[in-house]
């Protein structure tokens, strides 16, 4: 397998040693993209926020030191949920974080469990976008907002790695999806237009 396959691989599913390796690069290379997402969330003490991939829990330790609120982080890579659990300890101890592995198209949460979702650079790999979003929609309360944060094609054809497994997404095929679902969707360009945020939110009862 050549370099940029094995990158790829361990980008859409981090296993072993290489999986770790990867995400400690992600975390730093994501890093502005998490703070935007973040600001966009605007989590308040009384939230309970879903991360889908949540890789090593990185961003959850972000957002759990900034107030109160409660959270839950899926991923499809064991080691991943092992290492979120060990970054996290302190909040698991504290039942102000959960972590299960699952996948975002198949989720085994209630309907209406939470106020807030986000995802940063994994739509790319998700199995089935349509599905996937139709399940964010079910586990969100009414009013509850989804942010999905990821870069412009332009910005992964930097990248060798991201011409192997990754989908790649037209601005207008993600609003359109999430529209279908039964959305309020805007999107805002981040990070000098590098990259955006597809901003979906529940309509109130």
């Known amino acids: ?4 396959r094995y990158i790829a691989k361990q980008f859409g599913k981090p296993t072993g040693f290489g999986g770790r390796l990867i995400t400690a690069v992600m975390n730093r ?3 502005p993209m998490y703070e935007a ?3 966009l969330l605007n989590i308040a003490d009384s939230d309970l926020a879903l991360d889908i991939g949540c890789g090593n829990g990185y ?3 972000l957002l759990a030191r900034q107030g109160n609120a409660v959270f839950a982080g899926i991923d499809i890579s064991e080691t991943m949920i092992k290492s979120a659990i060990t970054r996290n300890r302190r909040f698991v101890d504290a039942k102000r974080m959960t972590f299960s592995r699952q996948s975002a198209d198949k989720m085994t949460f209630e309907d209406a469990s939470f106020g807030k979702v986000y995802s940063v650079n994994t739509v790319y790999f998700w199995d089935d976008l349509d599905r996937t979003l139709s399940e964010i929609r079910r586990v969100l309360k009414p009013g509850g907002l989804f942010v999905n944060t990821l870069y412009t094609n332009k910005t992964l054809a930097r990248f060798s790695h991201t ?3 990754y989908k790649q997404y037209q601005p ?3 609003l ?3 529209q279908n679902t039964g959305f309020e969707v805007n999107i805002i360009p981040i990070l000098d237009g590098a990259a955006y945020s597809i901003v979906s939110k529940v309509s109130e009862l």
Request: a positive charge; glycine letters at 4%; charged letters at 25%.
């Open 172 to 174: 207008e095929r993600l």
């Open 163 to 165: 011409r192997y497994g």
């Open 29 to 31: 290379q994501n890093r």
């Open 176 to 178: 359109e999806a999430a």
């Open 1 to 4: 397998m050549s370099l940029n």
């Open 59 to 61: 961003m959850l330790n």
């Open 37 to 39: 997402t973040a600001s």
